[in-house]
């Protein structure tokens, strides 16, 4: 080889060196770019008002279909919402309850427990007038009225009257840190009348020209189901508030007896027959907005039977559920933020 051609063979291949260099710089420089560009995406700091994103990946169509309906999946929080309004102490019961309590006046909330009945210590010191001296409201407390001075002690059945001993019908209890005590035998102790409503399930406590009514909330609301008649109907006090359409089990699949509300819940979850878990707000779940659960169980399955909104409102008015009582959302929403719990439930043909 001449050295021309070497010269120009060492020339060749400076020269293609220098694009291989030149090619391995452009592919660093494009592989830094894209890591800076990637962190500051994800990890780095973005400009004010930028927007996050995302990706969001779903299986098939024929993977997101359960019975014929779609399991929309995620959060449901904005479908309830939209779904059914939420506000409570507002419709129909709210409106008829504020009515009939204006006719009966005002009462005041006492506790039943077993079956004793007991009312709050202050609260009868305010009808008979009474001084009450507490070093706090769950101890011992002397009342210091006209009649003369009383003592009760917490988880006694001795009071005091005027320093002679007193035997109670039942010991005051401390509930909710405020000492009770019990309603029977009371105006032995106090200056007071005490008579037993049983139709309206109060008692009223009279004093001179003073009288309250007292009763246990869930004393005062009553709720009767009519199979033949698929009606739902709210009592409070022995006067009726609403009456509404519902569907029942079909056959005896709702029993017929006497019963109670037994817990309540918001959107509940439901355990399909097949097994599988619904969870509460999806539009596959037939427990729509609200559950009331009931000491009844289901004449074939033994299931718990409980009062529900629905997401077959068409099924209202008819006879075909598995036990069940099934109620509008709205309705069910009422009658959550209204019964308490232990309300009496009565299910005849």
């Known amino acids: 080889m001449t050295a021309a051609e070497t010269g120009a063979a060492r020339r060749w291949l400076a020269e293609a060196l220098q694009v291989a260099l030149a090619l391995a710089g452009a592919w660093f420089l494009l592989a830094l770019t894209d890591v800076a560009l990637y962190e500051r995406l994800s990890d780095g700091e973005p400009d004010a008002g930028s927007a996050a994103l995302a990706c969001v990946m779903t299986g098939p169509l024929s993977e997101r279909v359960r019975g014929g309906k779609p399991d929309w999946g995620g959060d449901q929080q904005e479908l309830r919402r939209e779904v059914v309004p939420e506000a409570s102490g507002t419709g129909e019961l709210a409106a008829a309850l504020a009515r009939v309590k204006a006719r009966v006046g005002p ?97 009223t406590l009279s004093c001179g020209e003073r009288e309250v009514k007292v009763a246990a909330p869930e004393d005062l609301f009553e709720i009767e189901i009519d199979r033949s008649d698929r009606t739902l109907t709210v009592s409070f006090g022995g006067q009726r508030l609403v009456c509404w359409s519902c569907c029942v089990g079909a056959g005896n699949n709702s029993p017929i007896g006497h019963f109670h509300i037994q817990n309540k819940a918001r959107w509940a979850p439901w355990r399909a027959y097949w097994g599988e878990y619904i969870p509460g707000g999806s539009r596959r779940n037939p427990l729509g907005a609200r559950w009331l659960g009931t000491t009844a169980r289901g004449y074939a399955t033994g299931r718990a039977i409980g009062i529900h909104g629905t997401n077959q409102p068409s099924s209202i008015g008819r006879r075909i559920s598995g036990g069940c009582i099934r109620l509008t959302n709205a309705h069910a929403i009422e009658l959550y933020d209204t019964i308490p719990i232990g309300t009496r439930l009565t299910i005849r043909e």
Do not use: M
């Open 107 to 203: 009462l005041t909330a006492g506790v039943r427990h077993g079956e004793a009945f007991y009312v709050a210590v202050d609260g009868i010191a305010e009808l008979v007038g009474a001084d009450l001296h507490q070093a706090s409201s769950g101890a011992p407390a002397k009342l210091v009225c006209p009649a003369g001075i009383i003592e009760i002690v917490p988880f006694s059945r001795t009071a005091w009257r005027n320093f002679a001993p007193l035997d109670l019908a039942e010991a005051p209890r401390v509930i909710d840190e405020r000492l009770y005590v019990p309603v029977e035998g009371l105006d032995a102790l106090l200056p007071l009348s005490v008579k037993r409503d049983e139709r309206a399930r109060t008692w």
